[in-house]
């Protein structure tokens, strides 16, 4: 489970020396926290241990909706955008500021993330790394319509925008275990763990007996004689 007395992840220590790079954070894991028993059992080794939460990597978790776009949460409704959202703004930092002299540690770190908060819901031009509905169909297709290949389209464009770091974890559900495969290991791999877009790559024409086949392409294996 995760602990703050934990060795920091990769997508911390990036995120300790680079920081926000270009409006977005240097290191995302999408699309889920790792784990296999709900909230409050994710893994260890997903954040930032003890170099602190403020150096955690943006954990994208997108709760079982499919990635591509915003979540609700990073999104403003149109009845509170614009000025209306800054007025807010400006009304929250009025009330908050007699409280700011000598705060502690604690409020300076729920001031630092309700910054970082303020900062996605104003809809930088660079959180658009994260929705794919611009992208071609046939782009979208390629890396398959499902958690792992739209999570993957995420990725690449992620890292275009200057994220440093992408982790993409597999989706662990009741129908797509992870690869820890301590037994059943070669129906698993057929029937739940290979990338769905692999299966449906066209079949060659004609059935190779053997590895001599220069005709075929680089997907269809040789079948076996036996």
């Given at each position: 489970m995760l602990d703050r007395r934990d060795p920091p992840s990769i997508g911390g220590v990036v995120q300790y020396f680079e920081g926000d790079r270009s409006g977005l954070p240097a290191a995302v894991q999408l699309p889920m926290w790792i784990t296999q028993?709900?909230?409050?059992n994710e893994w260890a080794g997903q954040h930032a241990g003890f170099l602190g939460s403020r150096h955690d990597p943006l954990i994208m978790?997108?709760?079982?909706?499919?990635?591509?776009?915003?979540?609700?949460?990073?999104?403003?409704?149109?009845?509170?955008?614009?000025?209306?959202?800054?007025?807010?703004?400006?009304?929250?930092?009025?009330?908050?500021?007699?409280?700011?002299?000598?705060?502690?540690p604690a409020e300076q770190q729920l001031n630092f993330f309700q910054q970082q908060a303020l900062g996605v819901l104003r809809a930088p031009p660079e959180w658009r790394a994260f929705c794919i509905d611009n992208?071609?169909?046939?782009?979208?297709?390629?890396?398959?319509?499902?958690?792992?290949?739209?999570?993957?389209?995420v990725a690449r464009r992620l890292v275009e925008a200057g994220v440093r770091?992408?982790?993409?974890?597999?989706?662990?559900?009741?129908?797509?275990?992870?690869?820890?495969t301590h037994a059943n290991h070669f129906p698993d791999m057929k029937d739940k763990?290979?990338?769905?877009?692999?299966?449906?790559?066209?079949?060659?024409?004609?059935?190779?007996?053997?590895?001599?086949?220069?005709t075929k392409p680089w997907w269809c294996a040789p079948v076996s004689s036996r």
């Open positions: 028993d709900g909230p409050g978790d997108f709760k079982g909706a499919q990635p591509g776009s915003l979540p609700r949460d990073y999104v403003l409704g149109k009845e509170s955008a614009g000025a209306r959202f800054e007025h807010r703004v400006e009304l929250l930092q009025s009330l908050q500021r007699p409280a700011s002299r000598g705060a502690t992208e071609p169909p046939a782009m979208r297709d390629r890396y398959g319509d499902h958690h792992f290949g739209r999570s993957c389209l770091l992408v982790t993409v974890a597999w989706p662990i559900t009741t129908t797509t275990p992870h690869f820890d763990l290979l990338p769905p877009w692999t299966r449906e790559f066209p079949r060659c024409s004609k059935t190779c007996t053997t590895a001599a086949c220069s």
